[in-house]
């Protein structure tokens, strides 16, 4: 079967922007056929209820026109079942190590990557999106719990990093997206690569296909790659090829 993968780097392109506004036909392209669609709420931004969470994805989801009816995770006494007869299943965003940990006492990361590699389609985004690649080390977010381990489903032989800026606030002191990514490389057993995904952009994964959507201002990258060893992250275009990506192995 096909792997029907797609990555957002966040639900939304702004804060004033509708949720799903910029994803609408990826997620339509990518949910075709699909009636029902489990969500998984684990991620819980700013300490949601994991139903409020799920009831603000149901009202997103009809707020753009995708008809698709979309049931929480929480409503399952048996998770695990509930993957495994799920037609399609969306992770939303968070706190990454929450989600993390969440799937891993739940036991939820096998059934996932099972389901995966059987073809049933995968949303992400933002903490969704984080989880999908190898580790979660290049998560944005504070680890305000400690999953087991942090090594995630790995359904890409990479990591992603979203929410990655195209330039850095002139306020921020610290140290600048692309240094921390780097910090991570510095480590000679962090030898996977890290795609950073701009705010707007997304990655479609269909069986051996893998390309970039989304839209950015003109002329400005969606993606970087940053490899370890190499000095300058390599920018990609909306509707660049990245399918040689998941030939790599470490």
Request: proline share 6%; aromatic share 8%.
């Amino acid at each position: 079967m096909k792997r029907q993968v797609l990555l957002l780097s966040s639900s939304r392109p702004n804060r004033q922007a509708v949720y799903f506004s910029h994803a609408r036909g990826a997620i339509e392209n990518i949910l075709k056929g699909v009636h029902r669609l489990l969500f998984i709420p684990y991620a819980a931004p700013g300490g949601a209820t994991y139903s409020a969470y799920t009831g603000s994805i149901r009202e997103a989801f009809s707020g753009v026109g995708l008809p698709q009816q979309v049931e929480g995770i929480e409503a399952y006494k048996d998770p695990v079942m509930a993957i495994r007869e799920a037609e399609a299943v969306f992770i939303g965003g968070g706190n990454t190590f929450l989600l993390l940990k969440t799937l891993y006492d739940a036991e939820l990361l096998t059934p996932l990557r099972q389901r995966v590699a059987e073809g049933m389609p995968y949303i992400g985004s933002s903490a969704g999106s984080n989880v999908a690649g190898l580790t979660i080390n290049t998560s944005n977010d504070m680890a305000i719990v400690h999953p087991p381990s942090f090594d995630a489903l790995g359904i890409l032989p990479f990591n992603i990093n979203p929410h990655y800026p195209l330039e850095e606030s002139q306020l921020h002191s610290g140290e600048s997206r692309a240094e921390r990514i780097r910090e991570f490389h510095s480590l000679p057993q962090n030898r996977q690569a890290v795609l950073a995904l701009y705010e707007r952009s997304m990655l479609h994964l269909e069986g051996h296909k893998m390309r970039l959507l989304g839209s950015t201002p003109a002329g400005q990258p969606a993606a970087w790659l940053f490899r370890q060893g190499e000095e300058e992250a390599v920018p990609y275009g909306v509707g660049g090829d990245l399918s040689g990506l998941l030939a790599e192995t470490l």
